[in-house]
Protein backbone atom coordinates (compact mmCIF):
# COMPACT_ATOMS: atom_id res chain seq x y z
CA UNK A 1 0.00 0.00 0.00
CA UNK A 2 2.70 2.61 0.72
CA UNK A 3 4.39 2.33 -2.43
CA UNK A 4 0.31 3.55 -4.24
CA UNK A 5 0.89 6.09 -2.22
CA UNK A 6 3.46 7.43 -2.82
CA UNK A 7 3.46 7.35 -6.32
CA UNK A 8 0.01 9.24 -6.09
CA UNK A 9 1.81 11.71 -4.27
CA UNK A 10 4.65 11.40 -6.99
CA UNK A 11 1.75 12.09 -9.59
CA UNK A 12 -0.09 14.82 -8.08
CA UNK A 13 3.77 16.84 -7.87
CA UNK A 14 4.16 16.55 -11.01
CA UNK A 15 0.22 17.95 -12.08
CA UNK A 16 1.07 20.88 -9.76
CA UNK A 17 4.34 21.64 -11.61
CA UNK A 18 2.80 21.78 -14.58
CA UNK A 19 -0.06 23.97 -13.49
CA UNK A 20 2.30 26.40 -11.82
CA UNK A 21 4.41 26.50 -15.03
CA UNK A 22 0.85 26.94 -17.03
CA UNK A 23 0.13 29.72 -14.61
CA UNK A 24 3.75 31.61 -13.95
CA UNK A 25 3.19 33.86 -16.85
CA UNK A 26 0.19 35.44 -15.91
CA UNK A 27 1.07 35.55 -12.40
CA UNK A 28 4.13 37.42 -13.48
CA UNK A 29 1.72 39.41 -16.08
CA UNK A 30 -0.20 40.61 -13.32
CA UNK A 31 2.47 40.79 -10.49
CA UNK A 32 4.66 43.45 -12.55
CA UNK A 33 1.52 45.26 -13.47
CA UNK A 34 0.64 46.03 -9.86
CA UNK A 35 4.17 47.43 -9.06
CA UNK A 36 5.43 51.26 -8.66
CA UNK A 37 7.36 51.90 -11.40
CA UNK A 38 10.57 52.05 -10.17
CA UNK A 39 10.87 48.86 -8.76
CA UNK A 40 10.62 46.79 -11.87
CA UNK A 41 12.01 43.40 -11.30
CA UNK A 42 12.39 43.15 -7.64
CA UNK A 43 11.05 41.91 -5.58
CA UNK A 44 11.15 38.78 -7.87
CA UNK A 45 8.13 37.30 -6.44
CA UNK A 46 5.48 35.75 -8.41
CA UNK A 47 2.42 36.82 -5.86
CA UNK A 48 1.55 40.61 -6.14
CA UNK A 49 3.20 42.36 -3.16
CA UNK A 50 2.31 45.85 -3.97
CA UNK A 51 -1.10 47.04 -5.53
CA UNK A 52 -0.74 49.64 -7.75
CA UNK A 53 -3.99 50.27 -9.42
CA UNK A 54 -3.03 53.32 -11.12
CA UNK A 55 -0.79 51.68 -13.37
CA UNK A 56 -3.95 50.46 -15.27
CA UNK A 57 -5.65 53.47 -15.11
CA UNK A 58 -2.26 54.91 -16.66
CA UNK A 59 -2.10 52.64 -19.45
CA UNK A 60 -5.89 53.10 -20.15
CA UNK A 61 -5.55 56.44 -21.15
CA UNK A 62 -1.94 56.03 -22.90
CA UNK A 63 -3.70 54.51 -25.45
CA UNK A 64 -7.37 54.64 -26.47
CA UNK A 65 -7.91 50.90 -24.95
CA UNK A 66 -11.55 51.47 -25.15
CA UNK A 67 -11.80 52.51 -29.12
CA UNK A 68 -9.64 48.95 -29.30
CA UNK A 69 -12.25 47.03 -27.43
CA UNK A 70 -15.16 48.87 -29.20
CA UNK A 71 -13.38 47.69 -32.86
CA UNK A 72 -12.74 44.56 -31.81
CA UNK A 73 -16.15 43.92 -30.25
CA UNK A 74 -17.78 45.34 -33.53
CA UNK A 75 -15.63 43.16 -35.52
CA UNK A 76 -16.81 40.28 -33.35
CA UNK A 77 -20.05 40.79 -33.63
CA UNK A 78 -20.19 41.11 -37.18
CA UNK A 79 -18.03 38.24 -37.73
CA UNK A 80 -20.01 35.79 -35.35
CA UNK A 81 -23.62 37.13 -36.74
CA UNK A 82 -22.58 36.58 -40.40
CA UNK A 83 -21.08 33.52 -39.98
CA UNK A 84 -24.25 32.03 -38.10
CA UNK A 85 -26.77 33.27 -40.69
CA UNK A 86 -24.39 32.18 -43.87
CA UNK A 87 -22.99 28.49 -42.32
CA UNK A 88 -26.81 27.90 -41.08
CA UNK A 89 -28.16 28.50 -44.88
CA UNK A 90 -25.18 26.63 -46.47
CA UNK A 91 -25.20 23.46 -43.75
CA UNK A 92 -28.86 23.89 -44.61
CA UNK A 93 -28.75 23.19 -48.32
CA UNK A 94 -26.23 20.44 -47.78
CA UNK A 95 -27.36 18.53 -44.77
CA UNK A 96 -31.00 18.79 -46.29
CA UNK A 97 -31.73 20.01 -49.30
CA UNK A 98 -30.73 17.70 -52.71
CA UNK A 99 -29.15 18.89 -56.09
CA UNK A 100 -26.66 17.62 -58.46
CA UNK A 101 -23.35 18.58 -57.47
CA UNK A 102 -23.67 18.61 -53.98
CA UNK A 103 -20.85 16.47 -52.62
CA UNK A 104 -18.84 18.09 -55.12
CA UNK A 105 -19.36 21.24 -54.01
CA UNK A 106 -19.83 20.65 -50.24
CA UNK A 107 -15.62 19.34 -50.93
CA UNK A 108 -15.09 22.36 -52.73
CA UNK A 109 -15.74 24.38 -49.62
CA UNK A 110 -14.02 21.97 -47.50
CA UNK A 111 -11.15 22.50 -49.76
CA UNK A 112 -10.83 26.10 -48.21
CA UNK A 113 -9.78 24.56 -44.92
CA UNK A 114 -6.42 23.52 -45.95
CA UNK A 115 -5.67 26.82 -47.58
CA UNK A 116 -2.83 28.50 -44.81
CA UNK A 117 -4.30 32.05 -44.78
CA UNK A 118 -0.36 33.74 -44.68
CA UNK A 119 0.13 31.96 -48.09
CA UNK A 120 -2.56 33.55 -49.26
CA UNK A 121 -2.04 37.26 -47.51
CA UNK A 122 -0.62 39.09 -50.20
CA UNK A 123 -3.33 38.53 -52.55
CA UNK A 124 -5.84 39.38 -50.00
CA UNK A 125 -3.94 42.33 -48.79
CA UNK A 126 -4.47 43.46 -52.92
CA UNK A 127 -7.98 42.81 -53.37
CA UNK A 128 -8.26 44.97 -50.09
CA UNK A 129 -6.13 47.84 -51.64
CA UNK A 130 -8.65 47.21 -55.19
CA UNK A 131 -11.86 47.58 -52.90
CA UNK A 132 -10.28 50.47 -51.44
CA UNK A 133 -11.26 49.17 -47.99
CA UNK A 134 -7.46 49.79 -45.74
CA UNK A 135 -8.53 51.01 -42.24
CA UNK A 136 -12.42 49.89 -42.79
CA UNK A 137 -14.40 47.68 -40.62
CA UNK A 138 -15.42 45.81 -44.12
CA UNK A 139 -11.79 45.00 -44.47
CA UNK A 140 -11.86 43.19 -41.22
CA UNK A 141 -15.32 41.73 -40.98
CA UNK A 142 -16.25 40.82 -44.92
CA UNK A 143 -13.42 38.18 -45.39
CA UNK A 144 -13.99 36.19 -42.19
CA UNK A 145 -17.85 36.18 -42.85
CA UNK A 146 -17.69 32.58 -44.13
CA UNK A 147 -15.89 29.65 -42.77
CA UNK A 148 -15.74 26.17 -44.00
CA UNK A 149 -15.39 24.29 -40.47
CA UNK A 150 -18.59 26.66 -38.99
CA UNK A 151 -20.51 25.14 -42.28
CA UNK A 152 -18.91 21.79 -41.26
CA UNK A 153 -19.68 21.75 -38.04
CA UNK A 154 -23.65 22.30 -38.22
CA UNK A 155 -23.76 20.32 -41.74
CA UNK A 156 -23.12 17.28 -39.34
CA UNK A 157 -25.70 18.74 -36.85
CA UNK A 158 -28.39 19.36 -39.34
CA UNK A 159 -27.65 15.71 -40.98
CA UNK A 160 -28.47 14.17 -37.36
CA UNK A 161 -31.91 15.82 -36.71
CA UNK A 162 -34.20 12.69 -37.15
CA UNK A 163 -36.37 13.16 -40.33
CA UNK A 164 -39.57 13.13 -38.78
CA UNK A 165 -39.21 16.47 -37.68
CA UNK A 166 -38.77 17.59 -41.06
CA UNK A 167 -41.31 15.97 -42.32
CA UNK A 168 -43.98 17.11 -39.47
CA UNK A 169 -43.16 20.29 -40.43
CA UNK A 170 -43.49 20.04 -44.21
CA UNK A 171 -47.07 18.69 -43.44
CA UNK A 172 -47.99 22.00 -40.88
CA UNK A 173 -47.19 23.63 -44.09
CA UNK A 174 -43.48 25.02 -43.57
CA UNK A 175 -41.18 25.74 -46.67
CA UNK A 176 -37.97 25.24 -46.34
CA UNK A 177 -36.78 28.82 -45.05
CA UNK A 178 -39.33 28.36 -42.20
CA UNK A 179 -38.22 24.85 -41.62
CA UNK A 180 -34.34 25.82 -41.26
CA UNK A 181 -35.44 28.91 -38.75
CA UNK A 182 -37.88 27.46 -37.00
CA UNK A 183 -36.81 23.67 -36.29
CA UNK A 184 -33.65 23.20 -37.56
CA UNK A 185 -31.39 25.98 -36.34
CA UNK A 186 -33.09 25.85 -32.62
CA UNK A 187 -32.25 22.57 -32.55
CA UNK A 188 -28.61 23.04 -33.03
CA UNK A 189 -27.75 26.12 -30.57
CA UNK A 190 -25.23 24.09 -28.94
CA UNK A 191 -23.25 23.90 -32.29
CA UNK A 192 -24.32 27.28 -32.77
CA UNK A 193 -22.83 28.51 -29.36
CA UNK A 194 -19.45 26.47 -29.66
CA UNK A 195 -19.40 28.11 -33.06
CA UNK A 196 -19.80 31.50 -32.24
CA UNK A 197 -17.37 31.14 -28.70
CA UNK A 198 -14.04 29.91 -31.11
CA UNK A 199 -14.96 32.67 -33.49
CA UNK A 200 -14.95 35.28 -30.61
CA UNK A 201 -11.85 33.92 -29.62
CA UNK A 202 -10.44 34.22 -33.49
CA UNK A 203 -11.31 37.59 -33.43
CA UNK A 204 -10.17 38.16 -30.47
CA UNK A 205 -6.44 36.68 -30.97
CA UNK A 206 -5.81 38.08 -34.90
CA UNK A 207 -3.43 40.01 -35.08
CA UNK A 208 -1.24 39.59 -38.55
CA UNK A 209 -4.08 40.50 -40.95
CA UNK A 210 -5.39 43.59 -38.61
CA UNK A 211 -2.05 44.55 -38.26
CA UNK A 212 -1.60 44.96 -42.46
CA UNK A 213 -4.93 46.42 -43.37
CA UNK A 214 -6.27 48.59 -40.54
CA UNK A 215 -3.88 49.46 -38.64
CA UNK A 216 -4.80 53.44 -38.24
CA UNK A 217 -5.13 54.63 -34.66
CA UNK A 218 -8.69 54.75 -35.03
CA UNK A 219 -9.22 51.21 -36.41
CA UNK A 220 -6.94 49.38 -34.46
CA UNK A 221 -8.57 46.21 -32.94
CA UNK A 222 -6.70 44.89 -29.22
CA UNK A 223 -4.28 43.39 -30.03
CA UNK A 224 -2.70 45.20 -32.86
CA UNK A 225 -3.41 48.43 -30.28
CA UNK A 226 -1.65 46.38 -27.98
CA UNK A 227 1.70 45.94 -29.79
CA UNK A 228 1.34 49.99 -31.14
CA UNK A 229 1.20 50.60 -27.46
CA UNK A 230 4.03 48.77 -26.70
CA UNK A 231 6.44 50.11 -29.36
CA UNK A 232 5.89 53.23 -27.24
CA UNK A 233 6.21 51.98 -23.76
CA UNK A 234 8.81 49.30 -24.08
CA UNK A 235 10.81 50.22 -21.39
CA UNK A 236 7.25 50.96 -18.89
CA UNK A 237 7.17 47.28 -18.03
CA UNK A 238 4.21 48.41 -15.37
CA UNK A 239 1.89 49.96 -17.53
CA UNK A 240 3.21 47.90 -20.69
CA UNK A 241 1.87 44.52 -18.69
CA UNK A 242 -1.32 46.57 -17.57
CA UNK A 243 -1.73 46.86 -21.13
CA UNK A 244 -1.01 43.56 -21.40
CA UNK A 245 -3.89 42.15 -18.65
CA UNK A 246 -6.30 44.31 -20.53
CA UNK A 247 -5.94 42.69 -23.93
CA UNK A 248 -5.87 39.26 -22.40
CA UNK A 249 -9.02 39.40 -19.14
CA UNK A 250 -12.24 39.23 -21.63
CA UNK A 251 -11.12 35.67 -23.26
CA UNK A 252 -10.11 34.16 -20.28
CA UNK A 253 -13.01 35.30 -18.26
CA UNK A 254 -15.17 33.78 -21.61
CA UNK A 255 -13.20 30.74 -21.23
CA UNK A 256 -14.12 30.22 -17.42
CA UNK A 257 -17.65 31.00 -18.15
CA UNK A 258 -18.17 28.56 -20.84
CA UNK A 259 -15.38 26.02 -20.00
CA UNK A 260 -17.89 23.19 -20.40
CA UNK A 261 -18.49 24.28 -24.54
CA UNK A 262 -15.04 24.81 -25.37
CA UNK A 263 -13.38 21.73 -23.64
CA UNK A 264 -16.29 19.49 -25.29
CA UNK A 265 -16.25 21.39 -28.67
CA UNK A 266 -12.66 20.40 -28.89
CA UNK A 267 -13.22 17.14 -27.91
CA UNK A 268 -15.37 16.37 -29.74
CA UNK A 269 -13.99 18.14 -33.04
CA UNK A 270 -10.38 18.79 -31.89
CA UNK A 271 -9.87 21.79 -33.54
CA UNK A 272 -7.69 25.17 -32.32
CA UNK A 273 -9.96 28.20 -31.76
CA UNK B 1 -41.59 29.81 -62.80
CA UNK B 2 -41.63 27.93 -59.44
CA UNK B 3 -40.17 24.60 -60.40
CA UNK B 4 -37.09 26.60 -61.81
CA UNK B 5 -37.09 28.35 -58.53
CA UNK B 6 -36.81 24.83 -56.92
CA UNK B 7 -34.22 24.16 -58.77
CA UNK B 8 -31.88 26.73 -58.10
CA UNK B 9 -32.93 27.26 -54.08
CA UNK B 10 -30.27 24.80 -53.18
CA UNK B 11 -27.77 27.06 -54.92
CA UNK B 12 -29.20 30.38 -53.21
CA UNK B 13 -28.50 29.02 -49.68
CA UNK B 14 -24.71 28.42 -50.80
CA UNK B 15 -24.85 31.55 -53.21
CA UNK B 16 -23.36 34.00 -49.92
CA UNK B 17 -20.97 31.91 -48.66
CA UNK B 18 -20.00 30.54 -52.43
CA UNK B 19 -19.17 34.96 -52.93
CA UNK B 20 -17.19 35.39 -49.91
CA UNK B 21 -15.06 32.05 -50.27
CA UNK B 22 -14.90 32.88 -53.98
CA UNK B 23 -13.56 36.65 -53.22
CA UNK B 24 -11.33 35.09 -50.12
CA UNK B 25 -10.17 32.32 -50.60
CA UNK B 26 -10.42 30.90 -54.13
CA UNK B 27 -9.07 34.00 -56.08
CA UNK B 28 -6.31 34.56 -53.73
CA UNK B 29 -5.43 31.27 -53.99
CA UNK B 30 -5.12 31.64 -57.38
CA UNK B 31 -4.02 34.57 -58.01
CA UNK B 32 -0.95 33.66 -55.62
CA UNK B 33 0.16 31.60 -58.26
CA UNK B 34 -0.21 34.06 -60.81
CA UNK B 35 1.60 36.97 -58.52
CA UNK B 36 4.47 34.66 -58.01
CA UNK B 37 5.34 34.58 -61.99
CA UNK B 38 6.08 38.32 -61.88
CA UNK B 39 8.42 40.87 -60.68
CA UNK B 40 5.97 43.26 -58.52
CA UNK B 41 7.15 45.52 -56.18
CA UNK B 42 5.54 48.70 -53.76
CA UNK B 43 2.18 48.13 -54.62
CA UNK B 44 3.14 49.91 -58.11
CA UNK B 45 0.93 49.49 -61.07
CA UNK B 46 3.70 48.00 -63.07
CA UNK B 47 3.94 44.13 -62.93
CA UNK B 48 6.62 42.63 -65.00
CA UNK B 49 6.22 38.51 -66.05
CA UNK B 50 9.51 36.71 -65.19
CA UNK B 51 7.98 33.19 -65.44
CA UNK B 52 9.74 31.38 -63.23
CA UNK B 53 12.69 33.15 -62.38
CA UNK B 54 11.44 34.05 -59.09
CA UNK B 55 11.39 30.65 -57.67
CA UNK B 56 15.06 30.17 -59.32
CA UNK B 57 16.22 32.87 -57.57
CA UNK B 58 14.35 31.53 -54.39
CA UNK B 59 15.90 28.49 -54.65
CA UNK B 60 19.59 29.86 -54.32
CA UNK B 61 18.88 31.96 -51.97
CA UNK B 62 20.39 31.33 -48.75
CA UNK B 63 17.64 33.26 -46.89
CA UNK B 64 15.09 30.94 -47.67
CA UNK B 65 17.22 27.59 -46.71
CA UNK B 66 17.64 28.94 -43.49
CA UNK B 67 13.86 30.25 -42.89
CA UNK B 68 13.37 26.44 -44.17
CA UNK B 69 15.73 25.07 -41.83
CA UNK B 70 14.44 27.42 -38.94
CA UNK B 71 11.05 26.39 -39.63
CA UNK B 72 11.76 22.19 -39.34
CA UNK B 73 13.94 22.39 -36.37
CA UNK B 74 10.88 24.88 -34.39
CA UNK B 75 8.22 22.42 -36.18
CA UNK B 76 9.91 18.94 -35.08
CA UNK B 77 10.90 20.57 -31.45
CA UNK B 78 7.62 22.18 -30.82
CA UNK B 79 5.51 19.01 -32.19
CA UNK B 80 7.37 16.54 -30.61
CA UNK B 81 7.80 17.75 -26.98
CA UNK B 82 4.03 19.69 -26.64
CA UNK B 83 2.93 16.03 -27.80
CA UNK B 84 5.19 14.10 -24.85
CA UNK B 85 3.92 16.49 -22.42
CA UNK B 86 0.32 16.58 -23.69
CA UNK B 87 0.26 12.75 -23.61
CA UNK B 88 1.93 12.53 -19.76
CA UNK B 89 -0.34 15.07 -18.51
CA UNK B 90 -3.22 13.23 -19.96
CA UNK B 91 -2.31 10.24 -18.15
CA UNK B 92 -1.77 11.79 -14.73
CA UNK B 93 -4.98 13.32 -14.94
CA UNK B 94 -6.95 10.23 -16.11
CA UNK B 95 -6.59 8.11 -13.48
CA UNK B 96 -9.87 9.18 -11.69
CA UNK B 97 -9.76 7.97 -7.64
CA UNK B 98 -6.18 9.83 -7.47
CA UNK B 99 -7.00 13.20 -8.37
CA UNK B 100 -8.64 15.95 -6.95
CA UNK B 101 -10.37 18.56 -8.66
CA UNK B 102 -9.57 17.26 -12.20
CA UNK B 103 -11.62 19.80 -13.78
CA UNK B 104 -9.76 22.44 -12.27
CA UNK B 105 -6.46 21.16 -13.29
CA UNK B 106 -7.84 20.64 -16.82
CA UNK B 107 -9.16 24.24 -17.22
CA UNK B 108 -5.60 25.35 -15.88
CA UNK B 109 -3.49 23.74 -18.67
CA UNK B 110 -5.97 24.30 -21.38
CA UNK B 111 -5.93 27.97 -20.50
CA UNK B 112 -2.94 28.77 -22.68
CA UNK B 113 -4.52 27.77 -25.57
CA UNK B 114 -6.93 30.51 -25.32
CA UNK B 115 -4.82 33.68 -24.67
CA UNK B 116 -3.94 35.90 -27.03
CA UNK B 117 -0.74 35.09 -28.50
CA UNK B 118 0.41 38.44 -28.89
CA UNK B 119 -0.22 39.32 -25.64
CA UNK B 120 1.47 36.38 -23.94
CA UNK B 121 4.75 37.26 -26.72
CA UNK B 122 4.59 40.54 -24.26
CA UNK B 123 5.10 38.98 -21.23
CA UNK B 124 7.80 36.81 -22.89
CA UNK B 125 9.50 39.48 -23.57
CA UNK B 126 9.49 40.66 -20.11
CA UNK B 127 10.66 37.30 -18.60
CA UNK B 128 13.58 37.16 -20.89
CA UNK B 129 13.71 40.56 -20.76
CA UNK B 130 17.80 41.10 -20.07
CA UNK B 131 17.35 43.52 -16.75
CA UNK B 132 13.87 43.01 -15.53
CA UNK B 133 13.05 39.51 -16.35
CA UNK B 134 12.55 37.01 -13.93
CA UNK B 135 15.13 34.47 -15.68
CA UNK B 136 17.64 36.86 -15.02
CA UNK B 137 16.84 37.73 -11.57
CA UNK B 138 16.74 34.14 -10.28
CA UNK B 139 20.15 33.62 -12.20
CA UNK B 140 21.77 36.89 -10.63
CA UNK B 141 20.46 35.36 -7.33
CA UNK B 142 22.78 32.38 -7.61
CA UNK B 143 25.19 34.69 -8.59
CA UNK B 144 25.08 34.08 -12.65
CA UNK B 145 24.83 37.02 -14.95
CA UNK B 146 22.12 36.36 -17.34
CA UNK B 147 22.29 36.94 -21.45
CA UNK B 148 20.13 38.92 -22.97
CA UNK B 149 18.16 36.22 -24.33
CA UNK B 150 16.00 37.20 -27.27
CA UNK B 151 18.86 38.75 -28.88
CA UNK B 152 21.04 35.73 -28.42
CA UNK B 153 21.96 33.78 -31.79
CA UNK B 154 22.08 30.28 -29.58
CA UNK B 155 19.30 31.06 -27.41
CA UNK B 156 16.40 32.58 -29.35
CA UNK B 157 14.78 30.36 -31.03
CA UNK B 158 14.66 28.21 -27.86
CA UNK B 159 12.77 30.75 -25.92
CA UNK B 160 10.54 31.38 -28.96
CA UNK B 161 9.95 27.14 -28.73
CA UNK B 162 8.81 27.10 -25.23
CA UNK B 163 6.16 29.65 -26.27
CA UNK B 164 5.40 27.32 -28.94
CA UNK B 165 5.25 24.47 -26.70
CA UNK B 166 3.49 26.05 -23.44
CA UNK B 167 0.60 27.12 -26.12
CA UNK B 168 0.03 23.99 -28.07
CA UNK B 169 0.39 21.59 -24.70
CA UNK B 170 -2.69 21.97 -23.34
CA UNK B 171 -4.76 21.17 -26.93
CA UNK B 172 -3.00 17.91 -26.81
CA UNK B 173 -3.78 17.53 -23.59
CA UNK B 174 -7.18 17.52 -24.13
CA UNK B 175 -6.96 15.44 -26.90
CA UNK B 176 -5.30 13.11 -25.49
CA UNK B 177 -7.02 12.79 -22.41
CA UNK B 178 -10.93 12.49 -24.58
CA UNK B 179 -8.72 9.74 -26.40
CA UNK B 180 -7.97 7.82 -23.15
CA UNK B 181 -11.81 8.28 -21.43
CA UNK B 182 -12.84 5.84 -24.42
CA UNK B 183 -9.97 3.19 -22.95
CA UNK B 184 -11.70 0.39 -20.75
CA UNK B 185 -10.36 0.16 -17.41
CA UNK B 186 -10.40 -3.98 -17.92
CA UNK B 187 -7.58 -3.69 -20.03
CA UNK B 188 -5.01 -2.38 -17.69
CA UNK B 189 -7.00 -4.62 -14.87
CA UNK B 190 -5.95 -7.72 -16.71
CA UNK B 191 -2.12 -6.35 -17.04
CA UNK B 192 -2.23 -5.91 -13.29
CA UNK B 193 -3.13 -9.16 -12.32
CA UNK B 194 -0.56 -9.99 -15.17
CA UNK B 195 1.93 -8.44 -13.07
CA UNK B 196 2.98 -5.00 -15.18
CA UNK B 197 4.34 -1.89 -13.84
CA UNK B 198 3.11 1.12 -14.48
CA UNK B 199 5.74 2.07 -17.37
CA UNK B 200 5.14 -1.44 -19.21
CA UNK B 201 1.37 -0.28 -19.23
CA UNK B 202 1.88 2.86 -20.76
CA UNK B 203 4.15 1.06 -23.44
CA UNK B 204 2.14 -1.71 -24.19
CA UNK B 205 -1.66 -0.45 -23.63
CA UNK B 206 -1.64 3.16 -23.36
CA UNK B 207 0.54 4.48 -26.31
CA UNK B 208 -0.95 1.69 -29.09
CA UNK B 209 -4.26 2.61 -27.77
CA UNK B 210 -3.91 5.99 -28.62
CA UNK B 211 -1.93 6.09 -31.64
CA UNK B 212 -4.81 7.48 -33.82
CA UNK B 213 -4.63 10.68 -31.77
CA UNK B 214 -1.22 10.76 -31.67
CA UNK B 215 -1.21 10.61 -36.18
CA UNK B 216 -3.68 13.35 -35.83
CA UNK B 217 -1.95 15.72 -33.50
CA UNK B 218 0.66 14.85 -34.79
CA UNK B 219 -0.04 16.26 -38.31
CA UNK B 220 -1.79 19.41 -37.02
CA UNK B 221 0.51 20.04 -34.74
CA UNK B 222 3.32 20.25 -37.57
CA UNK B 223 0.65 22.16 -39.84
CA UNK B 224 -0.01 24.70 -36.99
CA UNK B 225 4.11 25.06 -35.92
CA UNK B 226 4.97 25.20 -39.78
CA UNK B 227 2.66 27.88 -40.00
CA UNK B 228 4.06 30.59 -36.79
CA UNK B 229 4.35 34.01 -37.46
CA UNK B 230 2.80 36.13 -34.83
CA UNK B 231 5.13 35.09 -31.95
CA UNK B 232 8.14 35.68 -34.24
CA UNK B 233 6.81 38.68 -35.06
CA UNK B 234 6.67 40.07 -31.70
CA UNK B 235 9.71 38.19 -29.76
CA UNK B 236 12.15 38.66 -32.51
CA UNK B 237 11.18 40.10 -35.88
CA UNK B 238 13.20 36.77 -37.17
CA UNK B 239 16.42 37.93 -35.49
CA UNK B 240 18.93 37.65 -34.65
CA UNK B 241 20.56 37.22 -37.80
CA UNK B 242 17.93 35.17 -38.84
CA UNK B 243 18.17 32.82 -35.75
CA UNK B 244 14.25 32.77 -35.63
CA UNK B 245 13.19 33.85 -39.27
CA UNK B 246 10.88 30.98 -39.52
CA UNK B 247 9.64 30.84 -43.34
CA UNK B 248 6.37 32.77 -42.35
CA UNK B 249 8.56 35.59 -40.97
CA UNK B 250 10.43 35.32 -44.25
CA UNK B 251 7.49 35.53 -46.57
CA UNK B 252 6.19 39.24 -44.43
CA UNK B 253 9.59 40.56 -44.05
CA UNK B 254 9.84 40.16 -48.55
CA UNK B 255 6.58 41.23 -48.99
CA UNK B 256 5.34 43.65 -46.45
CA UNK B 257 9.03 45.30 -45.13
CA UNK B 258 11.22 44.89 -48.24
CA UNK B 259 8.14 45.23 -50.43
CA UNK B 260 8.99 42.70 -52.93
CA UNK B 261 5.71 41.81 -53.27
CA UNK B 262 5.62 39.43 -56.42
CA UNK B 263 9.09 37.54 -54.05
CA UNK B 264 6.43 36.90 -51.61
CA UNK B 265 4.15 35.42 -53.40
CA UNK B 266 6.96 32.67 -54.32
CA UNK B 267 7.54 31.86 -50.90
CA UNK B 268 3.99 31.66 -50.61
CA UNK B 269 3.54 29.19 -52.90
CA UNK B 270 6.46 27.00 -51.93
CA UNK B 271 4.62 27.34 -48.08
CA UNK B 272 1.35 26.69 -49.55
CA UNK B 273 2.86 23.16 -51.34
CA UNK B 274 4.60 22.38 -48.45
CA UNK B 275 1.33 22.69 -46.15
CA UNK B 276 -0.84 21.21 -48.77
CA UNK B 277 1.37 18.18 -48.54
CA UNK B 278 0.26 17.72 -44.35
CA UNK B 279 -3.08 18.11 -45.00
CA UNK B 280 -3.18 15.24 -47.40
CA UNK B 281 -1.49 13.21 -45.83
CA UNK B 282 -3.79 14.16 -42.59
CA UNK B 283 -6.89 13.76 -44.82
CA UNK B 284 -5.35 10.32 -46.20
CA UNK B 285 -4.71 9.24 -42.75
CA UNK B 286 -6.93 10.48 -40.14
CA UNK B 287 -9.85 11.86 -41.94
CA UNK B 288 -10.83 15.55 -41.58
CA UNK B 289 -9.82 17.79 -38.63
CA UNK B 290 -11.90 15.67 -36.77
CA UNK B 291 -10.87 13.08 -34.01
CA UNK B 292 -13.95 11.39 -34.26
CA UNK B 293 -13.61 10.00 -38.08
Same mark, same amino acid.
Given at each position: ?13 V ?77 Y ?44 F??L ?17 F??I ?95 IA ?15 | @? ?8 ? %? ?5 ? $??? !? /? +? ?48 T????V ?28 R ?14 ? @? ?8 ? %? ?5 ? $??? !? /? +? ?25 G ?44 I ?23 G ?23 ? /? ?14 T ?14
Amino acid at each position: MKKISFARIFNFAVILLFAFIMLAPYMWMITTSLKPRNMMGEPPYLIPTSFRFENYKIAWEAAPFLRYYINTLIVALGVIASRIIFASLAAYSFAIMKFKGRDFLFLLFLGTMMIPFQSIIIPSYQIARDFNWFNTFQVLIVPRMVDAFSIFLLRQNFVSIPKDYLDAAKMDGCNDWQTLWRIVFPLAQPTVLTMSLFTFLFIWNDFLWPLLVANAEKMRVIQVGLQAFSGRYQVEWTYMMAGTVMATILPILIFFIAQKQFISGIMKSGIKG | @MSRFYRSIKP %FLYLLPS $LII !L /G +IFAYYPTLSVFRLSLYKWEFLSPKMEFVGFDQFVRLFGDDRFWNSLWVTTKYTLVVTAVSLLLGLVLAVLLNQKKSVPGRSFWRSVYFLPSVTPTVAIA @MVWMLIFNPG %FGIVNIA $LRK !L /G +IEGLNWLADTKWALFCVMLLGIWRRMGFNFLNYLAALQNVSEALYESADIDGANGLEKFIYITLPLVKPTTIMLMILGVIDSFMVIDQILILTGGGPGGATEVIGQFMYTSAFRLSKLGY /GSAISVVMFLIIMLFTLFQWRFVGFGTAEE
